[in-house]
């Protein structure tokens, strides 16, 4: 994994590693370890506040959608995929939760949030905007090519196409109902005007959202699959680009 080397530790460093110890094989396995990734987070010194919680949180509604579709076989295509996808793409995001409780390096694109998580001058939905624009922005791409990969795909059609596009849905109507959400798990009253801010000024943002951009990364990511040192460099210059986004999208939130 390229990352940016951190040194801070949280609090809970202990029980991140223990619950992330062994990768969830299912959506559900997913879903428990949000569920207890949350427990700790909230546990830390900025409670709820605290910027890992803050995006879990809304991960934690996103999986809970797909999973409810899938019992109900509902929105996707192919049910398979999705499945295989949501656990390839959550153990991107567990493994760098790891990396960071451990003291190790992280990716460009998600130390931008966890350097800020401790931050009070920095608000739960802008925090919660630039853990979405990491993991999807950086993050799904290379998911995308490993559960096709796994499923023995010979090539990324529009089945997996149509599929990718309703899991970006998913996350971007979570985002709509952001500042609602927030408010009723906080617990108080948030800006109204600061999400528009965020996503009115970090104009890539609603691109990376829709989802068009993460897949053309993916059929390029694909392409170069049996090239495997241009293939680290290509994520390494899509984790640059999501980088710049996320400090955009602080940027952005926390001006007056």
């Not at 029980?15 to 990734?37: F, I, M, S």
Request: proline share 5%; charged share 25%.
């Amino acid at each position: 994994m390229v990352g940016h080397d951190r040194r801070t530790v949280p609090t809970y460093a202990g029980g991140v590693l223990e619950c992330l110890a062994t990768p969830p094989e299912d959506v559900r396995g997913v879903l428990d370890r949000l569920d207890r990734l949350q427990e700790l987070t909230e546990s830390g010194p900025r409670g709820a506040d605290d910027g890992l919680a803050c995006f879990n949180h809304l991960y934690r509604q996103v999986t809970r959608e797909v999973l409810d579709r899938l019992d109900g076989q509902e929105l996707f295509r192919e049910p398979e995929f999705v499945a295989l996808l949501d656990v390839e793409f959550a153990r991107r995001y567990f493994a760098v939760v790891r990396a960071d409780a451990s003291g190790l390096p992280v990716p460009r694109s998600w130390s931008v949030l966890l350097e800020r998580r401790g931050d009070p001058g920095t608000g739960p939905m802008e925090l919660a905007v630039a853990g979405v624009n990491a993991h999807v922005g950086y993050d799904l791409a290379p998911a995308v090519v490993q559960t096709c990969t796994l499923l023995g795909r010979g090539a990324l059609g529009p089945t997996e196409l149509a599929d990718h596009h309703a899991l970006t849905a998913i996350f971007a109507r979570h985002m709509v109902a952001l500042r609602a959400d927030f408010e009723t798990w906080l617990g108080r009253d948030l800006d109204p005007a600061v999400l528009d801010k965020i996503m009115d000024g970090a104009d890539t943002l609603g691109v990376v959202l829709a989802g068009d951009a993460a897949w053309r990364r993916a059929e390029h990511l694909w392409s170069l699959r049996t090239r495997p040192a241009a293939y680290e460099r290509e994520c390494d210059c899509i984790d640059w680009g999501a980088a710049m986004v996320g400090r955009a999208v602080l940027q952005v939130g926390s001006t007056p």
